[in-house]
């Protein structure tokens, strides 16, 4: 069940979950869905990636929505942040959870170095015993440079995190099955194909800027990355407990572990010329399932940067393991 295999769990929530039709923080729902992640947290590591800066800036500037052009709307997100981040601390303080805030931009996700610097980011706040809130820096980011929804943003952080389920919560169930006269929740999806997208409604809803499209793109990055991803409405109070008892939402399934996806991923690179040299004792570690540590490490071959694939060898110049390295060659 979702709630016992779950360790990392992303939350994206909708700009329509979080700020109501006239532009103010929906406190209450907000409150039952922390209580829910009280209730269920447990040992796990949760993320929060929560749309509403613009709207919230909206509302609280008293603009009425039309169209708003880029500069305008990086600026309205900049009002809107500051006080989305405040609503969220003073609630999560009310139930005793320290919090982080993470603005992200798809240079921070796309780029293999700055992505390995927000993973690290992210690991640190879970060690602080912190819930990470994730949003895409509106403020700066252009057209060219934009997410433009937080759907795939969110899926972009779970894989980065090496989360296993990504929970999305919307003001719809799921996905809907609606070529029969009556339209039907599709519980699982295993295949992200032509048929399943012609069944996405391309409707968007006052504020959202992604819709069912941007969710099915989403959902293509989390299960070949060994994600289970959830649609599920959050129109009701304690999300996630309605979501588990009363099981409405469309799940869509990972075809491998994201252990295996990190693996498969690493294993499937261009063999390396750069190797880090290990002695006896640090080899028999590494193969014992022990961490390599520096002190193991008698000499480094050839130049890399951080977030390489390089290769750990023995002193019999045996290949022992392939990985990315956390360090440059330099450094190291």
Request: aromatic share 6%; glycine share 6%.
């Amino acid at each position: 069940m979702l709630t016992s295999s779950s360790k990392k769990i992303v939350i994206k929530l909708g700009s329509s979950t979080v700020v109501d039709k006239k532009g103010r923080f929906k406190r209450e729902w907000v409150d039952s869905l922390v209580k829910d992640i009280k209730k269920y947290k447990e040992n796990k590591d949760v993320v929060l990636v929560s749309s509403g800066a613009i709207a919230l800036g909206l509302g609280y500037l008293k603009i009425k929505k039309k169209k708003i052009k880029l500069e305008m709307s990086q600026a309205i997100a900049s009002v809107g942040q500051i006080h989305l981040a405040g609503e969220f601390q003073k609630i999560f303080d009310k139930h005793k959870f320290n919090i982080g805030q993470i603005l992200i931009t798809p240079d921070d996700t796309e780029q293999r170095r700055r992505a390995l610097n927000v993973r690290r980011t992210f690991e640190n706040l879970f060690k602080l015993k912190a819930i990470p809130i994730v949003n895409e820096n509106d403020t700066t980011a252009t057209s060219e440079i934009k997410y433009g929804d937080n759907d795939r943003l969110a899926a972009r952080v779970a894989q980065i995190i090496g989360a296993d389920t990504l929970i999305i919560f919307s003001d719809v169930e799921g996905l809907y099955d609606k070529s029969k006269k009556k339209k039907i929740l599709i519980r699982k999806v295993t295949d992200i194909n032509k048929s399943i997208y012609n069944l996405a409604d391309k409707n968007k809803n006052l504020y959202g800027s992604g819709g069912m499209v941007t969710k099915l793109d989403a959902a293509k990055i989390c299960i070949n990355s060994g994600c289970n991803m959830y649609i599920a409405n959050g129109k009701y109070k304690n999300p996630i407990k309605n979501m588990i008892e009363n099981k409405i939402y469309t799940c869509f399934e990972a075809k491998i572990s994201t252990l295996d996806a990190r693996k498969k991923w690493i294993i499937s690179s261009l063999t390396s010329n750069a190797k880090i040299y290990i002695d006896n004792g640090a080899a028999k570690a590494l193969i014992d399932g022990k961490s390599l540590l520096p002190s193991g490490i008698t000499k480094v071959s050839g130049k890399f940067n951080k977030g390489e694939n390089i290769l750990i060898v023995n002193s019999q110049e045996e290949n022992l393991a392939r990985g990315l390295s956390s360090f440059s060659s330099e450094e190291i």
